[in-house]
Structures are given as structure tokens and as C-alpha cells.
T-cell receptor, first 114, second 113 residues
Framework: AQKVTQAQTEISVVEKEDVTLDCVYETRDTTYYLFWYKQPPSGELVFLIRRNSFDEQNEISGRYSWNFQKSTSSFNFTITASQVVDSAVYFCALSEQGAQKLVFGQGTRLTINP | DAGITQSPRHKVTETGTPVTLRCHQTENHRYMYWYRQDPGHGLRLIHYSYGVKDTDKGEVSDGYSVSRSKTEDFLLTLESATSSQTSVYFC????????????FGSGTRLTVV
């Protein structure tokens, strides 16, 4: 069965600090897909990244980076030089090949203080 | 330019009344989903559809039913609303299997009093 765990319920940092959001997943499939979504205070869900299980290369997009490690079943998300606009709830999610559904972690509420 | 819309955006209803939420898409995507979001639980799948009149249960389907008579519309019905169904409901669409990602609607905030 699919399962995603985000152990950090809330994180609060001061602006310009780096912050890492943890995501640990469980799956029996060898082919699967991992996602991160951002939910700002306005409430919509914003897609950030999708990674498949065969691509363990880390990805960087501006101040955002993702570290995928199959050996530890983790897909962590780092924000470098955080900004107040990064304040949001962040969700990690997993979809198994052919499962046709997305399973979410509990979410991490990130607060960036000026 | 939203390819997916939910209605209503907000609703307050009384315990025991039926409620229907609507999800409408203009993307012609095959798959549609209903999730609920509650503090501490993230988003949990209620039901999903993989085609017209083809639906299946998610992990929290008790008390909910769905219908999809047209590709573009996916309805979620609470037959007899309870306070435990107070939540934010999100619809999502997908054009295929998981590699293609998911697009979410803006959500419906439902309060059952």
C-alpha cells in the first residue's frame, strides 16, 4: 500500500534561512512517481515538481531543490534563502504506476518570519 | 483560464440534509477525483472516476456517492450530511496515468451544522 509521511507538522524560520522539508514514502511498486505541492494561504494547490522512481538525479529550480534517495525512501525539499512568500503548507505525494490516484502526506506548515 | 471549476465555493448545510458538490472540467481528461482536506490528515481520496459511468472508491468513501454521466462533470453527493463531513473538498483531474500529474480545483468549503 502507498503511504507518505511528513513528520514535520510545522516549521518556522526567519527570512533568508535555508529550510528542508522531509518526506518519507512507502510503496511496493518499483515504478512510482513523487510530487510536491504548495498550498498558500489562499488555499489553492500549486504543483511544484514530479519525479519518477527511475530518476534519482537531484533537481534545482531557482531557490528550490529536491533530493530523491531511493535507499532511504525519501524525497526531501529544500528552500534556500527563504522568503516570506514561501509561507505555505507543503504536501508530498506518491502515485504508483497504474494506480491512477495520488496519496498525500499530512503536510508541513512552513512559516517564514520577516 | 481554469480548466477545472468547483461549485459551490462555500456552503453551509444542516445535519441530515443531502448535499451535492460539482466539479466541471474543460480539458477532456479521462480521470477525475474527489479529495477532502482536514487538519492533520492532508488530502484523502474519497472517490475517483476513470471514465463516464466508471467510478471507484478511495480511502474515505463512507457516506459519499459520486456520479459521472458526462466526461466534463463529476458530482459528489453527501446523502445525509453529518458534522464529520465538514471539510474542504478538492476536485482534481488527470489526463492519464500518474506520470501526467494532476490539476486541482480551487476547493469547496463545506460546513455541516
Amino acid at each position: 500500500a502507498q503511504k507518505v509521511t511528513q513528520a514535520q507538522t510545522e516549521i518556522s524560520v526567519v527570512e533568508k534561512e535555508d529550510v528542508t522539508l522531509d518526506c518519507v514514502y512507502e510503496t511496493r511498486d518499483t515504478t512510482y512517481y513523487l510530487f510536491w505541492y504548495k498550498q498558500p494561504p489562499s488555499g489553492e494547490l500549486v504543483f511544484l515538481i514530479r519525479r519518477n522512481s527511475f530518476d534519482e538525479q537531484n533537481e534545482i529550480s531557482g531557490r528550490y531543490s529536491w533530493n530523491f534517495q531511493k535507499s532511504t525512501s525519501s524525497f526531501n525539499f529544500t528552500i534556500t534563502a527563504s522568503q516570506v512568500v514561501d509561507s505555505a503548507v507543503y504536501f508530498c505525494a506518491l502515485s504508483e504506476q497504474g494506480a491512477q490516484k495520488l496519496v498525500f502526506g499530512q503536510g508541513t506548515r512552513l512559516t517564514i518570519n520577516p | 483560464d481554469a480548466g477545472i471549476t468547483q461549485s459551490p465555493r462555500h456552503k453551509v448545510t444542516e445535519t441530515g440534509t443531502p448535499v451535492t458538490l460539482r466539479c466541471h472540467q474543460t480539458e477532456n481528461h479521462r480521470y477525475m477525483y474527489w479529495y477532502r482536506q482536514d487538519p492533520g490528515h492532508g488530502l484523502r481520496l474519497i472517490h475517483y472516476s476513470y471514465g463516464v459511468k466508471d467510478t471507484d472508491k478511495g480511502e474515505v468513501s463512507d457516506g459519499y456517492s459520486v456520479s459521472r454521466s458526462k466526461t466534463e462533470d463529476f458530482l459528489l453527493t453527501l446523502e445525509s450530511a453529518t458534522s464529520s463531513q465538514t471539510s474542504v473538498y478538492f476536485c482534481a483531474i488527470s489526463e492519464g496515468h500518474s506520470p501526467y500529474g494532476y490539476t486541482f480545483g480551487s476547493g469547496t468549503r463545506l460546513t455541516v451544522v
